[in-house]
């Protein structure tokens, strides 16, 4: 038996991370307190539903609610383990260079310290700038002079500080919550070992220990890569439609050397990490982080890029029906979500070009996406969701812009030939 079992533990914000965390540790016998800001998920949650969409997760939620093993709330209460697993988004400036908005973990820490007490463990698990780890233990230690924190007081410290960040792909959260290898870094040693017992409660994979600056740089760095990755299969992708190469067939044939592995070229780079994470190091160091900040910035010109090409394709369409006008182009978009078989649309570079699109084109917008019910506000009054077939009957142009399975399956045949169909993402052969 785990010697942290009998504890309590307070996840505080439940969202993509927090929730499935918090469902994981009650359903192996925790007793876990949910805290979270928002009432509605307070009650969904308690009522044995979920507000996301992730498989597997409205199961486990459901009967670790039902055992009494998950019970949500608005405000911590005693525990005997903090996690905090809120958003760290960007600051909206208008800097060329993109902050970390810290405020909610910020919050989050002001929140919990009322109710501290000596030998509690305090993890941080959201995304975080390098220095935000012992940042909470400088906070906490502000709002409760009579306990003592690592950042000063070392393996003595009467409150426990580490940072393990999660490494999970939507979609499947769960199982990559229990595989995957995990990265420790604590305030000190001790820190460490306790966040560490903690987690091999249920990680099946290894818990690697480092310190805490490390375990936030690393977490940056993964995603950092694949997003410089990304980059440079987005600028070949321009660079081959300029001298007609097909960039798809490049790559797979690139790929065949043992040590080239390309990434796939797609309409931008979207969802909440991979396009944000970046700016975190280059708002940091920005004289010595060159290459990442290009990098960033070739990802997020790639959706002006297809906008242009959709325009092309709809003048085409109107050079080979010179009867029409592009009043009378009806263009099709095929996925909006930020990447494949998931129903998240925020930060989506596929929803940026729709309502790009729905702002410049004049003739009618038609989308489908199997994995949404509506549209978005401010693009349902311009946009149509449609089926499949009705798209294929009405569209003069079609954008592929995600690689659904749907859409994987499908032919695509009558325009596939013809200057009018944009495929972002190489499916159509
Ligand atoms: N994309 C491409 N081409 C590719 C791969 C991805 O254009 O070859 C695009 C996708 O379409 C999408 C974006 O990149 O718009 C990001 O998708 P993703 O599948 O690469 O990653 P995320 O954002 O779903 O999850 C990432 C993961 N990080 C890494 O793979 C290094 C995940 O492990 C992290 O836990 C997650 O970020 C996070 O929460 O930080």
Redesign the pocket.
């Known amino acids: 038996m785990n010697k942290f079992k009998s504890s309590k533990i307070s996840v505080v914000g439940l969202g993509y991370?927090g929730l499935p965390t918090a469902a994981m540790f009650a359903s192996i016998g925790f007793n876990v307190m949910g805290v979270d800001i928002n009432k509605k998920v307070v009650d969904t949650i308690n009522s044995g539903k979920i507000h996301i969409i992730e498989p597997g997760l409205e199961e486990l939620v459901k009967s670790a609610v039902s055992d009494g093993n998950l019970l949500a709330c608005l405000e911590p209460e005693v525990s005997d383990i903090f996690l905090i697993s809120v958003p760290t988004p960007l600051e909206s400036t208008y800097d060329d260079v993109p902050k970390p908005d810290v405020s909610y973990i910020k919050n989050a820490i002001t929140s919990i310290a009322g109710v501290l007490k000596k030998g509690d463990l305090v993890i941080l698990e959201s995304?975080s700038p390098v220095g935000t780890t012992e940042q909470i233990s400088k906070w906490m230690s502000i709002e409760r002079p009579d306990l003592t924190f690592p950042h000063y007081s070392g393996e003595s410290a009467d409150i426990s500080v580490a940072h393990c960040p999660?490494?999970?792909?939507?979609g499947k959260v769960i199982n990559e919550l229990i595989n995957n290898d995990r990265i420790i870094g604590g305030l000190s040693s001790r820190c460490s070992r306790r966040a560490s017992d903690l987690f091999k409660s249920f990680v099946k994979g290894e818990c690697i220990i480092t310190n805490a600056r490390t375990a936030e740089m690393a977490?940056l760095t993964?995603?950092t890569?694949?997003d410089v990755q990304?980059a440079f299969?987005n600028e070949l992708s321009v660079i081959c439609d300029k001298i007609e190469i097909d960039v798809w067939e490049l790559i797979s044939i690139a790929n065949r050397h043992p040590r080239i592995n390309i990434?796939?070229?797609?309409p931008?780079?979207?969802?909440h990490?991979?396009a944000v994470?970046p700016w975190f190091i280059v708002s940091q160091v920005p004289n010595d982080s060159q290459l990442i900040k290009t990098a960033r910035e070739v990802n997020d010109k790639k959706p002006t890029w297809v906008v242009n090409k959709i325009k092309l394709a709809a003048e085409n369409y109107v050079n080979e029906h010179p009867e029409k006008n592009l009043h009378d182009v009806t263009i099709v978009i095929y996925g909006v979500t930020?990447?494949a078989n998931i129903d998240d649309i925020r930060e989506s570079?596929s929803l940026e070009i729709a309502e790009r699109i729905s702002d410049e084109h004049p003739g009618p917008l038609l989308i489908v996406e199997p994995n949404i019910k509506e549209l978005p506000k401010n693009i349902a009054h311009k946009a149509k969701l449609v089926s499949m077939k009705t798209a294929e009957d009405l569209g003069d142009v079609e954008v592929l812009l995600v690689d659904h399975h749907e859409f994987m399956q499908q032919k695509f045949t009558r325009r596939i030939a013809s200057k009018t169909f944009v495929d972002t993402r190489g499916i159509v052969q």
């Open positions: 991370i995304t999660e490494r999970v792909l939507p977490k993964e995603n890569c694949r990304i299969a990434l796939q070229p797609g931008g780079v979207g969802g990490c991979i994470d930020f990447k570079p």
